[in-house]
């Protein structure tokens, strides 16, 4: 199994919302990530969960929350979003993070659009 | 961190063709990988190439990298309409968990 399952692959949520992005893998990778991507452009990483502990943060405001369950499941909880939060929101994962970090496999992302 | 740059940002060919697309970056990397991504879909991992390789082939595809000039570039030989979509490179540097992702090239192939 190859895959990287992301589910909803659709969300529309107002601003005083709460929701959850989920994304699941069973290749074994010990390193998973979010990315937010917008339009036309490239992807922007936002946090990195390496050994199901958070190693990076890209200074993702708190309304963005990670939580990593198991080695599996990746979750990324949503709280008072703005309208500029629409994006598409990917997640990927890795055999493992660090300076040797190789193929990257994606889910096919969420699309979120904040009302 | 460093950011790869994707140069020309778009290109449109005839099917049957092939498809050039450059990247440079700044910094010394660890390897170089190249990635492609249809409208609205997650992305596609097609190659990766590590900075003791030269060039590196797959199937159409032919990635090389100078790591002199810090630049890469993908062909895709006799490009299909299936080809149509975003190509990304990115690059993992030592010391760093993380890739960069340059700009994209948006590739057309006309049937």
């Known amino acids: 199994d190859t895959e990287v399952t992301q589910t909803p692959k659709h969300l529309v949520m107002g601003m005083t919302n709460k929701k959850s992005l989920k994304c699941e893998q069973h290749m074994g990778h010990r390193a998973m990530y979010w990315y937010k991507q917008k339009a036309k452009k490239p992807p922007e990483l936002m946090f990195v969960y390496s050994y199901e502990k958070l190693s990076i943060n890209e200074s993702v405001p708190s309304r963005f929350s990670p939580e990593c369950p198991n080695s599996s499941l990746l979750n990324l909880h949503l709280h008072a979003l703005q309208p500029e939060d629409s994006a598409l929101y990917l997640c990927a994962s890795s055999q493992e993070a660090g300076p040797n970090t190789g193929e990257l496999f994606f889910g096919e992302g969420s699309r979120l659009t904040v009302l | 961190s460093q950011q790869g740059e994707e140069d020309p940002q778009a290109l449109s060919i005839q099917e049957g063709e092939n498809a050039t697309m450059n990247c440079s970056y700044k910094?010394?990397?660890?390897?170089l990988q190249w990635y492609r991504q249809n409208s609205g879909r997650g992305l596609v991992h097609l190659i990766l190439i590590r900075s003791n390789e030269r060039e590196k082939h797959s199937g159409r595809l032919r990635v090389t990298l100078d790591t002199s000039k810090k630049s890469s570039s993908l062909l895709i030989t006799a490009s299909r309409a299936a080809d149509t979509a975003s190509y990304f490179c990115?690059?993992?540097?030592?010391?760093?968990?993380?890739?960069?992702f340059g700009k994209g090239n948006q590739v057309v192939v006309i049937p």
């Open positions: 990115a690059t993992g540097t030592y010391g760093n968990n993380r890739l960069a």
């Open positions: 910094t010394s990397i660890n390897n």
